[in-house]
């Protein structure tokens, strides 16, 4: 016989054992385990603790895999590591130790972008380039919030989700397939802009969250945020900024082949210890590269705590 017998035991047992391990948003991580491992609800877990696990119609093996899920969460392994799964702007992403974990912040990145080529550029825009792209989730949120459009001056602008991981290219299709828009997007291998078409960039919106943290800062970290990403989806040299360098070097350097770009979103380090260094960083860089454009516009927007995280260059 099953040691527990009504949902309060167990549900117990697992606050216990995560306030004993110094888990963070036990209660939130407690509910996400048990809808997943037991079936229940978030309203059931609120109003039926009491209930036995015969009345719910839970198995044993039910409960034995949320025991285990709880055993996995004390060793500090993520929910999304764990289920596999990462909710993010209102849709569930696979994710795996080969993609970063899509972040609540980025969704900012997503909408941003989103709104300038519908309200502001839409009829100067060929394509869209999700640059690492990681599990898709900025290139397949993109994609499904222009599928909800239905505007017949959307049809021509594509969308190129590329990454320099193969593993996270595949897991990028599967969820492009879940969600329905493996049509409207195309996928490539490339390390930045090295394999992408010219053709491809021309009037381009580029849509781009790519590592961005100092490789020193890995001593800091959590286990949790080491053992769950990719280093190759954290780390960007001594100061986070080698691969925003190489890119924007790439794409404004005089007489470069990318020059002919529309737009550019991108996400950074919000620096709140460090007095926001990159931002300072890739004003100057962007103001240096692209002093000839009498066009430019450099604008940075902040993340939910006001803190400025993301940048927006219009060219």
């Known amino acids: 016989m099953q040691k527990y017998k009504i949902l309060k035991d167990v549900l117990d047992f697992a606050k216990n054992k995560f306030y004993k391990y110094d888990i963070e948003n036990p209660s939130l991580d407690i509910a996400l385990l048990a809808s997943e491992a037991l079936g229940v609800s978030k309203i059931q ?13 839970i198995s044993d093996e039910s409960i034995q895999k949320f025991l285990y899920f709880i055993e996995l969460r004390c060793k500090k392994n993520s929910i999304s590591e764990i289920l596999g ?17 899509p972040r609540p912040e980025t969704e ?21 380039i999700d640059i690492g792209t990681g599990s898709g989730c900025i290139a397949i949120s993109i994609a499904m ?12 602008i594509k969308i190129l989700a590329c990454d320099i991981s193969e593993k996270a290219l595949e897991i990028a299709e599967k969820n492009a397939k879940k969600h329905g828009v493996l049509d409207m997007i195309e996928f490539q291998k490339s390390n930045l802009l090295e394999n992408i078409n010219k053709k ?29 990403d990719p280093s190759l989806a954290l780390f960007s040299g001594k100061t986070g900024t080698d691969l925003y360098k190489k890119l924007f070097t790439d794409l404004f350097q005089e007489n470069s082949n990318f020059y002919t770009i529309n737009s550019c979103f991108f996400e950074f380090d919000s620096g709140m210890n460090t007095d926001n ?5 890739y004003e ?9 454009n009498q066009q430019k516009n450099i604008t940075f927007f902040a993340d939910y705590s006001g803190a400025e995280r993301f940048g927006k260059i219009i060219l």
């Open 45 to 57: 877990l609120i109003t039926k603790e009491y209930v036995s696990f015969d009345t719910l119609n």
């Open 85 to 101: 799964i990462k909710n993010f702007y209102g849709l569930d992403f696979i994710v795996t130790n080969d993609v970063l974990t």
């Open 108 to 128: 900012i990145l997503v909408e941003k972008a989103f709104n300038y080529i519908i309200k502001n550029n839409i009829n100067n825009i060929n394509n869209i």
């Open 145 to 156: 919030l222009l599928k909800k459009q239905r505007l017949k001056s959307l049809k021509k």
């Open 200 to 228: 491809y960039v021309e009037n381009a919106c580029i849509v781009t969250n790519l590592p961005y943290i100092p490789e020193g800062d890995a001593k800091k970290m959590s286990k949790e945020v080491l053992g769950g």
């Open 277 to 281: 260094i990159q931002k300072k960083y």
């Open 284 to 292: 100057k860089l962007l103001d240096d590269l692209l002093k000839n």
